[in-house]
T-cell receptor, first 113, second 115 residues
Framework: KAGVTQTPRYLIKTRGQQVTLSCSPI?????VSWYQQTPGQGLQFLFE???????NKGNFPGRFSGRQFSNSRSEMNVSTLELGDSALYLC????????????FGPGTRLTVL | AQSVTQLDSQVPVFEEAPVELRCNYS??????LFWYVQYPNQGLQLLLK??????LVKGINGFEAEFNKSQTSFHLRKPSVHISDTAEYFC?????????????FGKGTKLSVKP
């Protein structure tokens, strides 16, 4: 079974631009979560989606948004990029919401210049 | 609110030596506890989890962890490490009844195994 895939793997943007990251969960998984990983702040929870609905949201500004499609694929969008948005963005999927093992993708490395 | 403290940012150790990576958490409610490993340029992989029951939890790759409620700790141990265990290790919590999709992570501990 294929793992969680994230596209693109690397991305370079400039301040003020917007970016969309994509995550395809493991086949059959319906829950998708997003995390931001930076050297300074570590791993921080962004959002969790289940059945196309955002179930939980972390403490991030409104510039960060996401959505989930009927096939469980998910996208996250960051508008008006800032230098501090440079990070590894990780997506994780699980069968259902709740205490089911999460499987992480390799991440998208975003660099904001 | 919950928080996680990993007491050591880096742990160097020689191959075949034992290792303990320390994790303490703070929470006003009961929690689920997890340890993840991240190899360079990869995502996270679940090593083990504590949901309930026995406080000694065994995971993959020979790792185990012990939940200590009175000390609010969940330290990770391995009796004999290999070069391939070199990676970054993250402790995480989720509130009891919550979702594993909404984890609070510690800052990570980089384990460096030397020959």
């Amino acid at each position: 079974k294929a793992g969680v895939t994230q596209t693109p793997r690397y991305l370079i943007k400039t301040r003020g631009q917007q970016v969309t990251l994509s995550c395809s969960p493991i086949s059959g998984h319906r829950s998708v979560s997003w995390y931001q990983q930076t050297p300074g702040q570590g791993l921080q929870f962004l959002f969790e989606y289940f059945s196309e609905t955002q179930r939980n949201k972390g403490n991030f500004p409104g510039r960060f948004s996401g959505r989930q499609f009927s096939n469980s694929r998910s996208e996250m969008n960051v508008s008006t990029l800032e230098l501090g948005d440079s990070a590894l963005y990780l997506c994780a999927s699980s069968l259902y919401q709740g205490i089911n093992e999460q499987f992480f993708g390799p991440g998208t490395r975003l660099t904001v210049l | 609110a919950q928080s996680v403290t990993q007491l050591d940012s880096q742990v160097p150790v020689f191959e075949e030596a034992p290792v303990e990576l320390r994790c303490n958490y703070s929470s006003s409610v009961s929690v689920y506890l997890f340890w993840y490993v991240q190899y360079p340029n990869q995502g996270l992989q679940l090593l083990l989890k504590y949901l309930s029951g026995s406080t000694l939890v065994k995971g993959i790759n020979g790792f185990e962890a012990e939940f200590n409620k009175s000390q609010t700790s969940f330290h990770l141990r391995k009796p004999s490490v290999h070069i391939s265990d070199t990676a970054e290790y993250f402790c995480a919590v989720s509130p009891y009844g919550g979702s594993q999709g909404n984890l609070i992570f510690g800052k990570g501990t980089k384990l460096s195994v030397k020959p």
